[in-house]
């Protein structure tokens, strides 16, 4: 049976510790898998190529509560 998991991180800023994040995941996850990051109004925003073609990146406009960045991921 082949499946697809749906990972979500929210980030506000912290880049290195983002990239860190994603370099472990692909070392660990042995199943097809896509990205969902939440960018809580990071300074710079996070771009598309900085990271895997996996990757989705969904803005926010402003910062707000972790409530809120889950149900916008979703």
């Known amino acids: ?6 990972i979500m991180i929210m980030a ?3 880049r290195e510790i983002l990239k860190e994040c994603i370099d ?5 996850t042995p199943v097809d898998y896509e990205i969902v990051i939440v960018d ?3 300074e710079p925003p ?3 190529n900085e ?7 969904v ?7 972790c409530c809120n960045l889950r149900n916008v991921g979703m």
């Open 1 to 6: 049976m082949e499946y697809m998991i749906t």
């Open 46 to 48: 996070f771009e598309k």
């Open 59 to 65: 803005r926010m406009p402003r910062r707000s509560n």
């Open 24 to 28: 472990s995941i692909k070392l660990h």
């Open 40 to 42: 809580d109004a990071s």
């Open 51 to 57: 990271f895997p073609e996996n990757t989705v990146i």
């Open 12 to 14: 506000h800023n912290g």
